[in-house]
Structures are given as structure tokens and as C-alpha cells.
């Protein structure tokens, strides 16, 4: 059954009273168990206002809650809120250093590798193939101009993999700019099912997997060093697997998502100009 503006909005106000199960969605807009679950995770995957705990999942007793999502940032720690409020402010990558989020995360829950790098040096270090192929449900990327689909990793090409996770059924959700400079790189994917792209000009460079791993990527460049700091450009690929921070990425990803217009209806208006 289609879901509709009235019902989505229903679901989404009962919800920001208090956390519920899907039996009390279920029972509120009058329909089954299995309609009121696809209807939240309808709601959950398209606005990102409401997010769903499970409970001893894949028993008989496993219980789903669903909760409202979209004041949680304001509810962080100072920490969290001040790096937001960086983030926020960022349009390029290096308004934002990862580095700053990397401290925070307590030891055992992170990693990081780093790489020296020249204009035409080919990472053998990022690993995307394999950390793609872990996910099971969303894979949130952060990215400017989506270049990452052009990598290649032992002979095989990243927007091959895209489309092959894609069409397995995990969802890509992409902010990334949308401008005459990136429309080849996005007509690489565009129609691939499973895919939303919106423009955003954000500083964040990286993925989030799952529930399961946040994945930023910082650059120091020699330039902005005194001569013989920093011998070459340098970028550092940071793992945090602590569910805490996980969190709080999906958080901003969606706070910047909300306000983000669809590729398409951009694209659209540029191919009208030019």
C-alpha cells in the first residue's frame, strides 16, 4: 500500500510525542504489522526524521522502537555541537580538519592510515572496494565531486562495485556539489536504482557504513606549511567504529540532507543555461 502525505505525517507527530513499537503505529493508522514496518522504514530511509532501535533481534521476542531524530544534534555534547556548528560553516575540504572528531573517539574504537600523495599518485591505501562490501543496509557518502566512483583497486573499478551493491539492494545516499564540473561524474551513476544524489557544498570527505563505521578523510597540504614543515602533500584516512560518533554522523548527514535539493531537479535548471 502507498503511503501517503497524511499518514506520513501522522506516523512521524505520534512519534515525536514518545518512542513507540510498530504494534502502536500499526494500531494508530489501522493497518498490519507488516504495512505500519514498511511505512517507518519508508519514512526513516526518505527524511531521516525518525530512526529505529531493534531489540534482541532475530528472536521471537524482538521488539523495533521508533523514535523521533531530528533534535538530536542540539542534544549532543558541547563537543559534538561545536563540531557541527564547524561543519556547518565549511563549503571546501579543508575548512574542516577530521582530525578534530578523530580525538575525541576513545582508544580501541579507531584507526587511521596515512599516505603521502603527488597530483597523479594512486592510493593503494583507501580500500573502498572492501569497506563497500561490508555494507548490509546504507552506505552515507560525504563527497565534492564523487571522483572516488573513478578508482580503481586491484583491477576492478569502484563504480562497478556501486552498481553491483546497489542493485543487491544497499542504498547510496550522496551530498556531494552538483555543477557543470561534476554532471559526467554523476551521470555515471544517476540511474542506478538505490542511489539518491543531492547537492550540498560541505567540507566532510568520507563514508558511513551501516551503523558500523565512519570513515572521514583529511588532507595537509605543503603549501600551507613553512618551507621544509611538510615535504609532500599528506592525507590521513580515519576509522571510528565507536557507535556514539557513528551516530552523530548520521546526524549531521542528515541535517545537511534536509536542506539539500535532488540532482536532478539541479541539473535540470543547469541544462537549461548551458
Not at 36 to 52: C, F, Q
Not at 55 to 64: D, E, H, I, L, W
Not at 98 to 119: L, M, R
Not at 255 to 267: G, Q
Request: glycine share 4%; aromatic share 12%; proline share 2%.
Amino acid at each position: 500500500m502507498v503511503l501517503t502525505k497524511e499518514i506520513e505525517k501522522q506516523i512521524i507527530e505520534y512519534v515525536k510525542k514518545e518512542p513507540r513499537t510498530i504494534q502502536d503505529i500499526a494500531q494508530l493508522i489501522n493497518k498490519s504489522w507488516i504495512t505500519a514496518d514498511s511505512y517507518v522504514e519508508e519514512i526513516k530511509e526518505r527524511t531521516g526524521l525518525i530512526n529505529i532501535k531493534k531489540f534482541r533481534g532475530g528472536t521471537k521476542g524482538s521488539v523495533k522502537i521508533i523514535y523521533w531524530n531530528y533534535n538530536e544534534l542540539a542534544q549532543s555534547s558541547d563537543i559534538m555541537k561545536n563540531l557541527f556548528e564547524q561543519i556547518k560553516t565549511g563549503r571546501v575540504k579543508t575548512d574542516f580538519n577530521p582530525f578534530d572528531i578523530y580525538q575525541f573517539v576513545d582508544e580501541g574504537k579507531k584507526s587511521a592510515i596515512k599516505e603521502e600523495y603527488t597530483d597523479d599518485f594512486i592510493s593503494t591505501k583507501q580500500n573502498l572496494i572492501e569497506i563497500f562490501r561490508k555494507a548490509k543496509d546504507t552506505i552515507y557518502c560525504f563527497s565534492g565531486n564523487i571522483s572516488w566512483l573513478k578508482i580503481e583497486e586491484n583491477g576492478i573499478m569502484v563504480e562497478d562495485v556501486v552498481k553491483e551493491l546497489a542493485d543487491k539492494g544497499v542504498k547510496f545516499k550522496i551530498l556531494c556539489r552538483v555543477d557543470f564540473n561534476t554532471i559526467k561524474n554523476i551521470d555515471m551513476i544517476k540511474d542506478v536504482p538505490n542511489i539518491e544524489i543531492k547537492h550540498c557544498r560541505h567540507p566532510l570527505r568520507g563514508f558511513i557504513i551501516d551503523d558500523e563505521l565512519l570513515r572521514l578523510k583529511g588532507f595537509e597540504e605543503k603549501n600551507k606549511y613553512k618551507e621544509g614543515e611538510l615535504d609532500k602533500d599528506v592525507r590521513v584516512f580515519y576509522n571510528i567504529y565507536d557507535r556514539t560518533w557513528v551516530e552523530w554522523g548520521q546526524k549531521v548527514f542528515w541535517n545537511l540532507h534536509r536542506n539539500s535539493i535532488p540532482a536532478d531537479k539541479r541539473i535540470k535548471e543547469i541544462e537549461a543555461i548551458f
